[in-house]
């Protein structure tokens, strides 16, 4: 496949999430929530998550929420990845992701965990829209990890 079919078929698959996300939804009685807006462009996420008993595995995610193609296609293809993962997999996907972000590199083990998800490494070029790609995997990291349920974004740092 050339460059170009290559980068048409990633085109099309952000415009395919970000018109049509899936896990766009409200969840009934979610055990976490994370209620994420990013200040300077307008994006807004709620993140819902539902885990087993034990909370060790995330058995439902679904999101809400407004903000452009690119954040609304990775919040979609994010709820893919994650979806019926150990939460301890979760965690590690979300600093993959973080990694290949900050690096615009992607590893054999990125490939393997975070799938359609490395769509996205090239973003690293243009700084301005990181925060648009980040701000659904930051409110998974936040609703995961924060007894607030509610923040202004911070994105992932060097």
Same mark, same amino acid.
């Given at each position: 496949?050339?460059?170009?079919?290559? /980068?048409?078929?990633?085109?099309?698959?952000?415009? !395919?999430?970000?018109?049509?996300?899936?896990?766009?939804?409200?969840?009934?009685?979610?055990?976490?929530?994370? /209620? @994420?807006? /990013?200040?300077? =462009?307008?994006?807004?996420?709620?993140?819902?998550? *539902?885990?087993?008993? !034990?909370?060790?595995?995330?058995?439902?995610? #679904?999101?809400?929420?407004?903000? =452009?193609?690119?954040?609304?296609?990775?919040?979609?293809?994010?709820?893919?990845?994650?979806? /019926?993962?150990?939460?301890?997999?979760?965690?590690?996907?979300?600093?993959?992701?973080?990694?290949?972000? @900050?690096?615009?590199?992607?590893?054999?083990?990125?490939?393997? =965990?975070?799938?359609?998800?490395?769509?996205?490494?090239?973003?690293?070029?243009?700084?301005?829209?990181?925060? =648009?790609?980040? @701000?659904?995997?930051?409110?998974?990291?936040? #609703?995961?990890?924060?007894?607030?349920?509610?923040?202004?974004? *911070?994105?992932?740092? *060097?």
């Amino acid at each position: 496949m050339s460059l170009t079919s290559l /980068n048409d078929l990633y085109r099309q698959l952000i415009l !395919d999430h970000g018109q049509r996300p899936h896990h766009f939804a409200v969840l009934s009685h979610p055990d976490h929530r994370f /209620n @994420l807006s /990013n200040s300077s =462009c307008g994006d807004q996420i709620d993140l819902q998550l *539902k885990l087993s008993s !034990d909370q060790k595995q995330l058995t439902n995610i #679904a999101f809400q929420g407004s903000g =452009c193609t690119l954040s609304t296609a990775s919040a979609s293809i994010m709820t893919d990845t994650v979806w /019926n993962l150990p939460v301890k997999q979760v965690k590690q996907d979300i600093q993959l992701f973080q990694q290949m972000i @900050l690096t615009g590199k992607v590893t054999d083990q990125m490939e393997a =965990c975070l799938g359609d998800a490395t769509v996205f490494v090239s973003v690293h070029k243009v700084p301005s829209r990181i925060t =648009c790609v980040t @701000l659904a995997w930051h409110a998974l990291d936040k #609703a995961l990890t924060s007894s607030s349920q509610e923040e202004t974004f *911070k994105p992932f740092r *060097k």
